[in-house]
């Protein structure tokens, strides 16, 4: 199963993965995870840790979806 990237660099998770995963429209998050052998890895995140990500991020943090799409596409070292 294979999605494009947007221009923003989002992609949509596909429903049966939602739907998998028990992820609900404005109420759920994600957690990426790099595998040593270059794999991602996305799991549900826990209540606390959706309710940080939630959170307004610092002026000039790099969210951390972004840096592993970065990191894919080698623009972070």
Same mark, same amino acid.
């Given at each position: 199963?294979?999605? %494009?990237?947007?221009i ?5 998770? +596909?429903?049966? /993965?939602r ?9 759920s ?5 790099? $595998?040593?052998?270059?794999s991602v %890895?996305?799991?549900?995140?826990? $209540?606390?840790a959706? $309710?940080?990500?939630?959170? $307004?991020p %610092?002026a000039?943090?790099?969210? +951390?979806?972004d ?9 972070? /070292?």
């Amino acid at each position: 199963m294979s999605n %494009r990237l947007t221009i923003k660099g989002q992609v949509t998770i +596909p429903k049966e /993965i939602r739907d998998f995963l028990g992820l609900t429209e404005g109420a759920s998050a994600v957690n990426f995870e790099i $595998a040593e052998d270059g794999s991602v %890895r996305v799991t549900r995140a826990q $209540a606390e840790a959706a $309710a940080r990500s939630a959170r $307004a991020p %610092r002026a000039g943090a790099v969210a +951390p979806c972004d840096r592993i799409l970065g990191l894919l596409a080698g623009s972070y /070292i």
